[in-house]
């Protein structure tokens, strides 16, 4: 298993960037894959899953709408479009995945067991 992520970088508080993982060495329609986040100091934290089969997505109550998860199976891609970032949004963003015979992490609460290196996303004031 093999996830990379890209696309983090430095924005203004309001702006928006689009990160990516891409995804290999899995059969990527049998996968939850999604996103956490972990900023200084703070404790991991989830963000936003996919089924990869289905479509079917979950987030972080947190995320209200700014952020939105997405794929693109011919490609083993997973996308995260986030909108209106603050400084607090300020992290290092993983890519991580389970199959598909695991509960979504999102609503089972557990740890997938595969990782991307992460991307960083800074949020200037």
């Known amino acids: 298993v093999q996830l990379v992520e890209s696309g983090g970088g430095l924005v203004q508080a309001g702006g928006s960037l689009r990160l990516t993982c891409a995804a290999s060495?899995?059969?990527?329609?049998?996968?939850?894959i999604g996103w956490f986040r972990q900023a200084p100091g703070r404790e991991r934290e989830s963000v936003a899953c996919?089924?990869?089969?289905?479509?079917?997505?979950w987030s972080a109550d947190w995320v209200k709408g700014r952020f939105t998860i997405s794929r693109d199976s011919a490609k083993k891609m997973i996308y995260l479009q986030m909108n209106s970032l603050y400084p607090d949004d300020t992290a290092v963003f993983y890519c991580?995945?389970?199959?598909?015979?695991?509960?979504?992490?999102?609503?089972?609460?557990?740890?997938?067991?595969?990782w991307g290196q992460g991307t960083q996303v800074t949020v200037s004031s």
């Open positions: 991580a995945t389970d199959p598909l015979d695991f509960s979504p992490w999102i609503v089972a609460g557990s740890t997938p067991g595969s």
């Open positions: 060495g899995f059969p990527f329609n049998d996968y939850h």
């Open positions: 996919i089924n990869t089969s289905d479509g079917g997505t």
